[in-house]
């Protein structure tokens, strides 16, 4: 069954760095996500994408955030100038249209030191 | 802005025992998903519905859109259903989520 990756499973940086998650989405799929989760908090949306443009944003999402597919399979979240508050585990999502299950990855845990 | 409460927090059962979960909603949704956490962490998706009632073996979700309400019932809990479960209400353009609630079901 196809399934959403994502890399690395783990990440640890130091505040100031900027880091670079990947997913890879389910082949055919058109609407990408990304979600995070601080420890003990809920998910919480960050950012939707389809048509290569971000058709909605939280508040979390700030200018530090940005999304890209930068080619036919990979969908990646970068966040420029990392603080301790972006510790969380970060989930990419997908699906074939947006009333649809959306299929999740397993999620990379990023730990800013 | 989209409220999504989930009740109980934490819930304990023996094996066998009928589960329900709750989760209500404060604003209109196009439909509402209920997931699956495992303690490493990942998410599955268990149920998107708008309307009626969905059942996928042991687990049933309901949905009543005019009270904003829905549940989660597992018949015959097994320990493997130890799990956070968490419901989130899907409004045009985002995914919004209820604190979860922690299963534990006992051998």
């Known amino acids: 069954e196809p399934e959403v990756t994502q890399t690395p499973s783990h990440q640890v940086t130091q505040m100031g760095q900027e880091v670079i998650l990947r997913c890879v989405p389910i082949?055919?799929?058109?609407?990408f996500y990304w979600y995070r989760q601080i420890l003990g908090q809920k998910v919480e949306f960050l950012v939707s994408?389809?048509?290569?443009?971000?058709?909605?944003k939280s508040e979390i999402f700030d200018d530090q955030f940005s999304v890209e597919r930068p080619d036919g399979s990979n969908f990646t979240l970068k966040i420029r100038s990392t603080k301790l508050e972006d510790s969380a585990m970060y989930f990419c999502?997908?699906?074939?249209?947006?009333?649809?299950?959306?299929?999740f990855g397993p999620g990379t845990r990023l730990l800013v030191l | 802005k989209n409220e999504v409460e989930q009740s109980p927090q934490n819930l304990t059962a023996q094996e066998g025992e009928f589960i329900t979960i709750n989760c209500s909603y404060s604003?209109?949704?196009?439909?509402l998903h209920w997931l699956q956490q495992h303690p490493g962490g990942g998410i599955v998706s268990l149920f998107m519905?708008?309307?009626g009632k969905k059942k996928h073996g042991r687990l049933i979700a309901t949905i009543n859109i005019q009270e904003k309400h829905s549940s989660l019932h597992i018949t015959a809990s097994h320990p493997r259903d130890s799990a956070v479960y968490i419901c989130?209400?899907?409004?045009?353009?985002?995914?919004?989520f209820g604190s979860g609630t922690q299963l534990t079901v006992l051998p």
């Open positions: 999502a997908s699906n074939g249209d947006r009333q649809e299950t959306q299929y």
């Open positions: 082949s055919n799929h058109l609407y």
């Open positions: 994408f389809y048509n290569n443009e971000i058709s909605e």
């Open positions: 604003v209109g949704i196009s439909a």
């Open positions: 519905l708008s309307s």
């Open positions: 989130a209400a899907l409004t045009p353009r985002q995914l919004t």
